[in-house]
């Protein structure tokens, strides 16, 4: 059973709010890739719409748009996601997860692509009670 933990973005306010989702609400993004939308109620966003920007996996190895299915492969990076060089012209060997979403991930990054009626912070944020 595929759990994961999502980071929400929303680009409007530039907050982000964490959730933890399992069951059928993590079954919605399997199988999905970098750049796809997922109904947002997957992660208490009714009426809105979500796109996967990132993850990565148990080991903290980051998910690449450019690297096909959810499989790890080692690729060359001369930096972007996975790899920040020190000096010029520095490249290494890095493993990294493909783009589409599997069990193996743990961490999701999303953002809020489309807007529903209620407000973000009205269905995602923390209450003060207690």
Request: charged share 35%; aromatic share 4%; no cysteine.
């Amino acid at each position: 059973m595929a759990n994961f933990q999502v980071v929400v973005a929303d680009p409007d306010s530039g907050t982000t709010y964490q959730r933890d989702i399992d069951g059928q609400d993590a079954n919605r993004f399997l199988g999905k890739e970098i750049g796809q939308s997922v109904d947002g109620s997957a992660v208490g966003l009714d009426g809105y719409e979500v796109e996967i920007t990132g993850g990565s996996d148990n080991a903290g190895r980051p998910m690449r748009d450019d690297v096909n299915g959810p499989a790890l492969k080692e690729i060359m990076l001369e930096g972007g996601t996975g790899f920040n060089p020190r000096r010029d012209g520095e490249r290494k060997r890095v493993t990294v997860r493909g783009k589409e979403v599997s069990e193996e991930v743990e961490q999701l990054n999303v953002k809020i692509s489309a807007r529903g009626d209620e407000s973000v912070e009205d269905l995602l944020g923390e209450s003060d009670e207690e």
